[in-house]
């Protein structure tokens, strides 16, 4: 469990990286944005009468706004925020 949570708390630091980057394009800070106003919502989107769905949306959601604004990073942005965080440990 402590190692899940050592990798959440790395990978929260670099998208926050990512973020505040001048170098990152506006949509994807919008949409890192996007997905942690997201997870954060006291509330689900979803209606809680969907069985399945109401599990699911934030484990599909989330991820997937992440992954659309990692497509939209340069990649010497990524890579420099990744090696810093994660090469230095």
Known sequence: MRK????????MELYRAIYCD???P????WLIALAA???MLPF???PDFIP???QLD????VPLLLFLAYKMVPRNVYEEH???LYKSN
Do not use: E, H
């Not at 899940?4 to 990978?11: A, M, P, Y």
């Open 4 to 11: 899940i949570l050592t990798s959440l708390k790395q990978r």
């Open 22 to 24: 001048k170098r990152t």
């Open 26 to 29: 506006r949509l994807a800070r």
């Open 37 to 39: 106003g997201y997870f």
């Open 44 to 46: 689900d989107l979803i």
């Open 52 to 54: 399945v769905l109401v």
């Open 58 to 61: 934030d484990i599909i959601i």
């Open 82 to 84: 990744y090696n810093r």
